[in-house]
């Protein structure tokens, strides 16, 4: 506006008629500015995006900021002047788009990615199960207690793991003999022995590659919401250049009314 102004009459009262409108409604305008203090920077997130650097914090600023966007319609509905219609038009609905965002991406995501976190428990089972995985072990492992203690008659079996052996079977030496077959022994005690399975070796397995295997898969559902974000980007930058322009009829509004022009 600055750079180029206008010499068309049309086109300056196209402008200056919806700097009126806002002149005459003081609480709408001063409503609307606290709103777009909310919303910030959208065109500058729709850049982030192209550029494929859009990180997890992003899309919980873009996520607040769409979720005002219903309240600035709802502010502008009221008035006639064109260009405010117009301003209003092309405030897009992105109501599923930010439901995406606030369902897939933690309220309070790690600054870095690369650690995983910022996908949102809940949003998807299968990450849930591999981030509980080591939780869920241990009650699996007792599990593995009761039921072998059952099966082999060795009162004194139980189950335990560390960092150097994993999950094992522990068994005192006065049941030796009771010892399956299938048990593998993995260590010597004064007191007894230690012994593995094969159920027991899948289990600590899946246990190791869990981290692993949750991160991996945060990054491919990460990929998919971008992909939702690039498909969305020619709406952001409309958004944005609607919004820009209401910025600065509000602004122009607000000084036109604090200095009586």
Do not use: H
Not at 230 to 251: E, F, G, N
């Amino acid at each position: 506006m600055l750079l180029s102004p206008l010499r068309n009459i049309d086109e300056i009262n196209y402008r200056l008629d919806g700097v009126e409108e806002l002149v005459g409604a003081s609480v709408v305008r001063v409503g609307l500015a606290e709103s777009l203090k909310t919303i910030g920077d959208i065109e500058r997130l729709a850049g982030k995006i192209s550029n494929g650097n859009f990180t997890a914090k992003n899309c919980i600023q873009l996520a607040t900021a769409l979720d005002v966007l219903p309240s600035v319609k709802f502010q502008l509905a009221g008035f006639t002047s064109p260009i405010l219609s117009d301003i209003n038009a092309g405030i897009l609905d992105m109501k599923e788009l930010a439901d995406l965002l606030t369902a897939s991406i933690d309220s309070q995501p790690p600054a870095l990615m690369k650690d995983g976190g910022y996908i949102k428990a809940g949003f998807n089972a299968e990450l849930d199960k591999l981030r509980n995985m080591k939780e869920e072990a241990e009650s699996y492992i007792k599990e593995i207690e009761v039921r072998e203690r059952e099966r082999t008659g060795i009162k004194t079996l139980k189950t335990g793991s560390n960092r150097v052996f994993g999950y094992y079977i522990e068994i005192s030496n006065s049941f030796k003999d009771k010892v399956p077959e299938e048990y593998i022994r993995k260590q010597t005690l004064t007191t007894g022995e230690r012994y593995i399975t094969e159920e027991l070796k899948l289990l600590e397995e899946q246990v190791l590659t869990s981290g692993e295997r949750a991160l991996a898969l945060e990054e491919k559902l990460y990929e998919q919401l971008m992909q939702v974000l690039i498909a969305a980007i020619d709406d952001l930058q409309k958004i944005a250049a609607a919004l820009a322009l209401l910025d600065c009829l509000v602004s122009l509004a607000t000084v036109a009314k604090e200095r009586r022009y």
